[in-house]
Structures are given as C-alpha cells and as structure tokens.
C-alpha cells in the first residue's frame, strides 16, 4: 500500500494558494491574533483536500530468481577429462536449482555467442565478452547470481561486465596437471643466404610435473626438410644456428616429443618464417669467341641491380699470332687459380658462353668446376659451333654432369624452336607460348645436334632435336643450350621472341628459385581452409595427406590445373594452428591463424585469473575435483561463499496484476474539519475581544 496524489488544481496553482496562506499566517501573527494556529490548520486541511491524497493497493505475483550457468566449451576445455568434470559441474548445480522453487536457471554455452570476427581464427577464450551478451538478455532485477564453469584460461578479462549479482567460478582441471610447451625467445623476420642466422627458443615445463623426465630433444627441419635434432635443458634459451640455403619463403618447424601424461601438444611445436634474402647474386660468364649473343648476356645479368658479375672475354687464344701487346687487350691477367679454385663456390651461376677449349683453362680447372656443381653449385653452357668440334666443353670434366652429348653434327638452317612435353610442364618454359606472337615465335638459324643422356629436354629444334636441357647433378644444377642464336629473339628477328623471359627464369632456375621448382608441394592459408599445389613432371599423382593441428588425417586428391604440371586441391576447415601436408617423397608445413594459439600457450586450469571479477560481486573460484559447493542464499551485504558453499541474492522481484486506488477520507471530512477550525479560531479570538474590553 502506498499513498498516491490526484491534485484538483495544478500544482503551480496549488503552491500560489499555499504561498497566499503563509502570507495570511504572517499577517495574523504581526497582529497578534489568537486564533493563527487554527486557521492554520483549517488552510492545511483545505490544501491537503486540494491535492486529492489517495490510498493504492497493488496485487502482486512473485518472480522466479534467475541464476546464470555459463559454460566454457573452448578448446582447452576438451583436455584430459575436463569435459566430464564439467558436465559434473553443470549437473550438480542443475540438481540443486531443481530443489528450490525460486530458483530458475539460464544454462548458456560460450559458443552460442557472436564474438569479434578475429576470434575464429586467434582461438583466444572471450568468455568475458560472453557474459556481457548474457547478462544483456536477462532482466537485471531478476538475477540472483550465477557460475562460471571454465579451465580459468581467458584472454579478454578487460571486457568483463559490471555484476550486481555474485558470480562465482567452478574450474575443471587438476592440481597434478603438467605440460611441457616450446616458445620463440627471438627469431629474425629475414636471413641473407650463405650466412648463418641464430634462431632463439625456450622450453618450459609447467604445473605438477613427474620427478623424472627422460631427456628432451627438439626435432628442427627447413621447408619439410630435417635438418637435426637438439638436447635441449628445461627453462634454458636453445640457440638454433642455420644457413638459409634458397630465397623467399622458408618455413622453420621445430617440434617437442609429447611425453606420456603432458596435457596437450598442441604447444610443443613452432613455426617460425625466415623470408630468405640474396645479399648479392655471383655470377661468372666466360665467353669465348665474341659473338653479338655476349651483348644479350651482359644486357640480361646487368638488369638485375642484384647481380654481381664478373665478365671475362676471350680476346686472343695462346696460338694466335697478330703481333699485338697483350697490355692492349686485356687490363688485367685471366685470374684463373681464382677464380676456378679459390673462390669457385662464391659463385651463385658459371656461364660458358661459346667457350672453346683453346689451352685458356687446363683440364684440372674444368674438373674443379665439375666439383663445384656436385657440391651445389650451377653451370649454363650456351654452345657454339666448336661444341660439335674437336675443341667441344663436352670433351673434358665437364662431359660428366653434362645432361647431353654432341653428336658431332652441326645444323646452320632456319628453324622454329618448339616447346616439348617435357617442357609444357617444366616450370622454365611453362606458359612460356602464351608470349609467342601472331604470327609465331621468329626462326633461330643454327644448332648442335645432342644426344640427351639424364634430365629433361624442354626445348627442341627440327624434328624433336634436342634444344635446351636441364638437369640435376648431385647437389648442382646443369642447363645446356645447344645454340648460340637466342639472341636472334632480343633482336626481334621475323618477330622475335621471349628471350629475355626464357633465359631470366633458366638462370632463376639454375639458382634454385622456389618458384621454379620442377617438383615441389606447397600449401597457403585461405579464408575457407587450405590451399594444395604441386609442381610436378609426372601426368599422375597419389593423394596428398593432410594432418591436422589435432592429429587427424585426411586423404586429398590434386587435380589438373589449366596449367601443365600444375595440380591444386583444396581442403576445408576451420581449425587453426599447424598443419602438415605429404605427397610421396615431399612435405611441407603451413600455419592457418597461429601456430600455438594462446589457448594452448599455458593450458593449465587456474582460478586466479579470475579473481578481479569475481571477488568485488563476492564470488570465488572452486576446482571442480573437490566437489561442487551447494547453493545457498544470502541477504545483500552479506558474505556471498564459504567452506563448501557459494551463495546468491534473492532480488525479490515481482509483477504487479492489479492496481486499486481508495481516497484518503472523503471530501466532507475534510470540509468539515476545515469548517470546525474556522468556527474555532472566530470564537478563540471574539474571547480575546471581549476581555479586552471589559
């Protein structure tokens, strides 16, 4: 019941009246009239009828109590039993709220909210975020507390909601829990080839750990590649060192074994991305007899500002008599000692271009370059005519990484160079016809006739002649161009040709170009998934396995691409972190979102996080494996948990279903009363005048 007004003046007309009768009053006081406190009372008593005083009833229906149960089912929270400690936890409090009518819960999962669009692919737990959500849908005058069961691993605490009602947390997982994790100390973004980059990481292990742990060794491979294993000593920095050995992408995957009783693995691996950087490229081009082709040498390898070269011509051979000085044909002396056996492995790329053996260079020179391709390095031969001569490279050291004899036949006719099938494959002339012009590539008019002994054949001459082969020798690189009228395209005879194209990517070839391997598998991350693509000679390929970042396999079929030698797949998921790809002999890593996300970067459970949000409420943070603390409830103020127990607020709400309105007295009361005191005060005061009087 409540005392209502329903005024029969407006108010402002109300307070003039009340201002007149105060005035009125004053007045009566400064003359000194007997009666003032009655007529005071009989003004009250008229003012009070004006506002119309009422009396209100309500009937009332109370409201259930609300208590909200928000269920954390992250990731982390699917290690060891956890996902059976918390169903425990939801049961048990469900059973509880079941035994109090008052009671009605609000079981909510964290994964029924629209979080932030980055939080499908960083796995951080906002769980933060979604109690704001929750606690928006729900009427705030109705909620009388609630729970939280989570492992306590939660990154967006910043975000956490003002709660009027206590809150309090039930955490999963166990005090023996242990793990070990691996993480990046300082690694480079970038590494210049040839030179040795350390790379600095750290493994910790964290929580209840068993007193023996057999050693632990780190595992480190290049691009899929192993490259060795490490001894590694707990909370100790492990310093990697390599050697970048190509430019671009180059993908670091280090791995920890999982010991038996570690909580997750998902944290015993990183992958770190060097982008592989050439300080400058070394190139060596020896050119033989001077022909117009050496311009289009020079011209192709001084274009790249990356390229150092080093240009030697052979001016006069030791049998040539003219009569002039040497000091006139050279300016300095033909360094072969250093060049051929000094500093042979700085080159990135020898070069022979038309060279013919002359007496220039003994044969322990060639045999040295002969060396320097087995160790890793890479030779072009652009032949000229001596190459089907007794004079001909191919006589030499040199014939054992060639990929093609001569025959000893030379051709001096037009002909079309023509792409082979090999060669539509082959990442060096692959679209390569897609720069030929309407009217066809221009005619070369010489070439050696070549028998091919290993590689690929990717050009031809006449009648499937072989053009230009390429091949691998051991750990180098070896390209034989049986011509020395490629020159005849950059010159743009009967309509030229992709000169400049062709001999750029065999050179990048030749300097192993990721781009331009024959054979390689690579992966990239998409929106959707992953992305599979492998280069490839072969017409036919097994299936590609993809490991998960959870362990689980799944089999993916490569097709065709619109290019030969192409073949690409895609494969859909959502999960993020490490995946693996393998195809036959060939592997590769790939990160979708991060590689350890933050979920799995410490996932031991632990109250304390939350303990700025839960204690100004008076919550607190219970592990699940002592039990589930029974419900009680508290009065605002007090203690909201103790030993055992953890409390809620009735709010005591309600909904009003009918409202009645009862007048204070009624209308001739107040006429009457006001009436009674005016009579009064008139014969209180006549009193007084007729004692003054008499």
Not at 67 to 96: K, M, Y
Not at 356 to 368: A, D, T, V
Not at 538 to 558: I, R
Request: some cysteine.
């Amino acid at each position: 019941m409540s005392l209502q007004f329903a005024p029969g003046l407006p108010w402002p007309v109300i307070g003039l009246l009340a201002a007149v009768v105060v005035l009125s009053l004053c007045v009566a006081l400064w003359r000194g009239l007997s009666g003032w406190a009655l007529r005071a009372v009989a003004a009250l008593v008229v003012l009070a009828a004006l506002c119309g005083p009422s009396l209100q009833e309500e009937d009332r229906d109370p409201l259930s109590e609300l208590f909200l149960i928000l269920v954390d089912d992250s990731a982390s929270q699917f290690l060891s039993d956890r996902p059976a400690q918390t169903a425990q936890a939801r049961d048990g409090v469900l059973a509880q709220i079941a035994t109090r009518s008052s009671l009605e819960p609000v079981v909510r999962n964290l994964s029924e909210f629209t979080l932030p669009s980055d939080a499908e692919t960083d796995e951080k737990t906002r769980l933060m975020t979604a109690l704001k959500q929750a606690l928006a849908e729900l009427p705030s005058n109705r909620l009388a507390g609630g729970v939280l069961i989570t492992d306590g691993v939660v990154h967006d605490l910043e975000n956490a909601p003002g709660l009027s009602a206590p809150m309090h947390a039930l955490i999963t997982g166990r005090d023996s829990d242990w793990d070990r994790r691996l993480s990046v100390v300082n690694a480079p973004a970038f590494g210049i080839l040839g030179e040795e980059v350390e790379l600095r990481l750290k493994m910790e292990t964290l929580g209840a750990s068993p007193n023996v742990l057999p050693p632990a060794v780190i595992s480190v491979s290049h691009d899929g590649r192993p490259v060795e294993d490490i001894p590694v000593t707990d909370s100790k920095d492990i310093v990697i060192p390599l050697v970048l050995d190509h430019a671009g992408r180059n993908l670091i995957h280090v791995t920890l074994p999982v010991e038996d009783g570690e909580l997750t693995g998902r944290n015993n691996e990183v992958v770190i991305e060097l982008n592989g950087v050439r300080d400058r490229l070394q190139v060596l081009l020896i050119s033989g007899t001077p022909h117009p082709g050496t311009r289009t040498w020079r011209n192709l390898l001084k274009s790249d500002s990356a390229v150092d070269l080093v240009h030697f011509t052979i001016l006069r051979p030791p049998d040539k008599q003219d009569g002039v000085p040497v000091s006139e044909l050279s300016l300095i002396a033909f360094p072969t000692q250093e060049l051929f056996i000094d500093k042979i492995d700085e080159f990135d790329l020898i070069i022979f271009d038309r060279y013919q053996l002359r007496g220039i260079l003994p044969g322990g020179y060639l045999n040295s370059v002969r060396d320097y391709v087995r160790r890793g390095g890479a030779v072009l031969v652009a032949a000229g005519p001596s190459l089907a001569s007794a004079e001909s490279i191919a006589r030499t050291g040199l014939a054992d990484i060639l990929p093609a004899t001569p025959t000893g036949r030379l051709f001096e006719a037009p002909f079309l160079p023509d792409v082979t099938d090999d060669g539509l494959r082959h990442p060096v002339t692959r679209n390569l016809l897609r720069h030929a012009p309407e009217g066809g590539w221009g005619p070369w008019m010489r070439h050696i006739e070549v028998e091919p002994d290993r590689g690929h054949v990717i050009l031809s001459a006449e009648e499937g002649s072989p053009l230009l082969v390429v091949d691998r020798s051991d750990e180098g690189r070896v390209a034989l161009l049986a011509s020395d009228h490629a020159w005849l395209w950059a010159r743009g005879h009967k309509g030229g040709g992709p000169q400049l194209e062709l001999l750029r990517r065999l050179a990048h070839w030749l300097m192993r170009e990721p781009e331009l391997e024959e054979e390689a598998l690579a992966a990239r991350a998409t929106e959707d998934g992953l992305t599979i693509q492998r280069n490839t000679m072969q017409s036919e390929l097994p299936n590609a396995v993809v490991t998960s970042p959870s362990g689980d396999e799944a089999l993916v079929e490569l097709m065709p691409d619109d290019d030969l030698g192409v073949f690409e797949a895609g494969f859909a998921t959502e999960a993020t972190g490490l995946f693996r790809v393998t195809q036959g002999d060939l592997s590769t890593v790939v990160v979708r979102g991060a590689a350890t996300s933050e979920e799995f970067s410490n996932p031991l459970a632990r109250g304390d996080l939350l303990q700025p949000v839960l204690s100004p409420t008076g919550g607190d943070a219970r592990r699940i494996e002592a039990g589930v603390p029974s419900l009680r409830s508290v009065r605002a103020g007090r203690p909201a948990h103790g030993r055992g127990w953890l409390g809620y607020v009735p709010q005591e709400a309600y909904v009003t279903t009918a409202i009645r309105l009862r007048p204070l007295a009624p209308a001739a009361l107040f006429l009457t009363l006001a009436a009674l005191a005016l009579v009064a005060a008139w014969l209180l005061e006549g009193r007084g005048r007729k004692q003054v009087t008499s």
